[in-house]
């Protein structure tokens, strides 16, 4: 499996100076399996890169959305297999008592807020919403959970040949306590994240400004390291980088954390176009 990173930023797409080194793209993650599986975690501004650079004979991509806040589905309308006849394109999203997947998608992707209505797509898209049991695309097992986070939000958990990769970008598991819970059956995501190689996982905010922000829907990075520390995680990156946070910020918060806390696994700060690989559990940075 490989791992691609194209957007790593939370809440707005934030590019300028002050953020060229971890990228100031929402959103976006890669992941293509072995037998070319190509799946899409959200589709945040981030998603527009990726889609230059896919061949129009890859016939088949599948979008994984977690949940439809603008800064998980912006770049959505300019993902360029949308655009290209004969291109299957599915769209996955979370579940809704109320509205369809396409009807909630299609309040930003229609007008006046844009040009063009999905329907109106050349490509064959199809729209799904993700069961709440494990199911297959291609050989990625998919599991798919809901988390804490306002509105109807996902994580995902892709397994294959025993590498397991976590993805939960907005996710405030401390929610109600102020900490993890002792008892795992009250964690949110826990069982996405647990014995993961790779979690990707929402580190928004310092332990300082978490306070004034309680039921936003986003971690502290030292509550997202309890988080995974307790699932026996083996690597996280952090990710949702906040808009008011420039590179040299985000250096001094993550490597404050590997110096706070005493633990086990490995932090790697999110950064746009970083790579991993399961093979060789390495992972480069490809700008
Ligand atoms: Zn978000
Ligand atoms: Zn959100």
Redesign the pocket.
């Known amino acids: 499996m490989k791992i691609r990173l194209w957007g790593t930023r939370?809440?707005l797409a934030t590019p300028g100076p002050e953020t060229v080194r971890y990228g100031g793209n929402t959103s976006c993650v890669e992941v293509v399996g072995e037998d070319g599986t190509r799946l899409v975690l959200d589709a945040g501004t981030g998603i527009r890169r990726l889609g230059a650079i896919l061949s129009e004979e890859s016939s088949r991509v599948d979008v994984l959305l977690?949940?439809l806040?603008m800064?998980?589905i912006q770049g959505l309308g300019f993902f360029r297999p949308l655009d290209q006849p004969g291109q299957d394109v599915r769209v996955w999203g979370p579940p809704s008592s109320t509205q369809d997947l396409g009807t909630r998608l299609g309040r930003y992707l229609s007008p006046p807020l844009f040009p063009v209505r999905l329907k109106e797509l050349p490509c064959r898209l199809t729209l799904h919403e993700a069961p709440l049991e494990p199911f297959e695309i291609g050989a990625l097992r998919i599991e798919a959970a809901l988390v804490c986070?306002?509105?109807p939000?996902l994580g995902y958990r892709i397994s294959e040949n025993g590498f397991t990769v976590a993805y939960i970008?907005?996710h405030e598991p401390v929610l109600g306590a102020g900490c993890i819970a002792k008892d795992r059956e009250w964690i949110s995501g826990f069982e996405l994240a647990e014995g993961a190689d790779l979690l990707i996982h929402d580190s928004q905010y310092s332990l300082a400004e978490y306070p004034a922000r309680v039921g936003w829907?986003?971690s502290a990075l030292s509550h997202a390291l309890q988080f995974a520390d307790k699932a026996g995680v083996r690597r996280f990156v952090t990710f949702?980088h906040d808009p008011d946070r420039d590179d040299d910020a985000l250096d001094r918060m993550v490597n404050e954390a590997r110096m706070a806390l005493d633990l086990e696994m490995e932090i790697v700060a999110g950064t746009e176009g970083l790579q991993f690989e399961s093979e060789s559990v390495a992972f480069s940075a490809t700008m």
Request: aromatic share 0%; hydrophobic share 0%.
């Open positions: 939370g809440s977690t949940h806040h800064d998980h986070h306002p509105g939000t970008p907005d829907g986003h949702h």
